[in-house]
Structure formats: C-alpha cells, structure tokens
C-alpha cells in the first residue's frame, strides 16, 4: 500500500488569507487526488492532479481558488485560497495503488478551519 | 443523473452480523470501493470489486452485481471498534477519481 503525509495535520485561519497544504507519497503516481469534506458529510473531488499537466477541476471547483501544484511524481500541493467560513473542511489527497489500480488510498487530512 | 445510495444509519450487536448496501446509478463502472471511516479520521481502504461476486477478506466481505449496479459490505462477527462510518464509492471511468455515497454510521452495541 501507499504511504501519504500531508501537512499541514490542522489549521485555523482567518478569512481572507490563503493555505497551501502539501502531500507527499512514498512511490511515483500517475495521478493524485484531491477531495474535500465538510462537517457531516461525505468526500467531494476536487480536482485531479497530473504530473507535467493542468490539474483537471470537478464541476463547482476552480483554479484561481484552489490552485494546485505537481512538481513531480511523489509530490503535489492545494492551496485554498481568499479562504471564508464555508472553506472549513478536511481536505485529502489519495492515490491509486496496487497491481491494477485494485485500491486508492487516502493521507491522513488536513482539518482547516476558518474564522 | 449520477447517484450513489447507502443507508443513513444502523445498529448491530456485537458479535452479530450486519449488510450495508450500495446502490448506484453513474455515467460508466470501473469498480467499487468500500471505505472505513472512524471519526475524526481519514477514510481506511476495506475493499474493490470490479466483477461480479464476493471478496472476502476476513471478517469483512464485499458483493457486486454490475447488472443490478447493487454492492454490499458485510461486516461479521462485529466488534466494538467497528463502529465507525462506511462509505461506498464508485469508480466511473478508468482515471481513478471516485464518487463517494453519503455514508453508513454503524453504531455496535454491547
């Protein structure tokens, strides 16, 4: 199986500013995820992140709010940015792994919150 | 549309047996996940069916019927430290991302 960090684990920000969270998988992946959930509810993507691409966004989701960076095949960034109270939420990164992509797993998060 | 349902909520005993199904409706299947999900943490792979059947792997086993777009998770001879949040997701093309259901709290009693 993967082995994903993230860090920053938990934040409180104010309204306004901006954070850059980081994740880093111990093996080179294709592609890494990113997913969003807020309070009592379940995982959203947000976009996908390709290696030497674009990220690719989900619908409701943009790059000038949350730019992503793939510098190279173990490592990506969000940034959630102009940051209001509606951006608290975990926020993950996953990656496929295993022979046939059988399995996809998730860092341990990163608990924004914004006041 | 795109849909993916799964119970709100069930209780089980310890030591008993319990069925969390999963229903989808998505745009194209390219496997179905389950997830565990204690709170306050990050979702935990339990397991992938691509093809029709049961997968089992321990006290946790996994059903598919692409015909029926129709999953489930048993989980057997629960324990306490099973009660947590289960979460179905579907794999709709072949890039990897996934749409998750909104979840099954399952709260195992003494």
């Known amino acids: 199986s993967a082995v994903i960090s993230q860090k920053p684990s938990r934040d409180i920000c104010q309204r306004g500013t901006s954070l850059t969270i980081q994740c880093q998988v111990d093996?080179?992946?294709?592609?890494m995820f990113w997913y969003r959930q807020q309070p009592g509810q379940s995982l959203t993507l947000i976009a996908t992140?390709?290696?030497?691409?674009?990220?690719?966004?989900e619908s409701g989701f943009v790059i000038d709010k949350f730019p992503i960076s793939r510098p190279n095949l173990t490592f990506s960034t969000l940034t959630v940015s102009n940051m209001s109270p509606e951006d608290s939420s975990i926020y993950l990164c996953?990656?496929?792994?295993?022979?046939?992509?059988?399995?996809?797993?998730f860092g341990p998060g990163t608990r924004l919150t914004v006041t | 549309g795109q849909n993916i349902d799964q119970p709100t909520e069930m209780t089980a005993t310890e030591g008993a047996i319990v069925q969390i199904n999963c229903t989808y409706q998505?745009?194209?299947?390219?496997?179905l996940f389950w997830y565990q999900q204690h709170a306050g943490e990050a979702p935990t792979f339990l397991s992938y069916?691509?093809?029709?059947g049961l997968e089992e792997k321990g006290r946790f086993s996994s059903f598919l019927s692409r015909s029926k777009g129709y999953s489930y998770l048993l989980l057997k001879e629960l324990q306490m430290k099973d009660s947590a949040s289960y979460l179905c997701?579907?794999?709709?093309?072949?890039?990897?991302?996934?749409?998750f259901g909104a979840g099954t709290q399952v709260v195992v009693t003494p």
């Open positions: 996953s990656v496929e792994s295993g022979q046939g992509a059988r399995a996809q797993y």
């Open positions: 998505t745009s194209g299947f390219n496997g």
């Open positions: 069916n691509v093809l029709d």
């Open positions: 992140a390709n290696q030497g691409s674009e990220a690719t966004y």
């Open positions: 997701a579907v794999k709709a093309d072949s890039w990897g991302k996934l749409q």
């Open positions: 093996s080179q992946v294709t592609m």
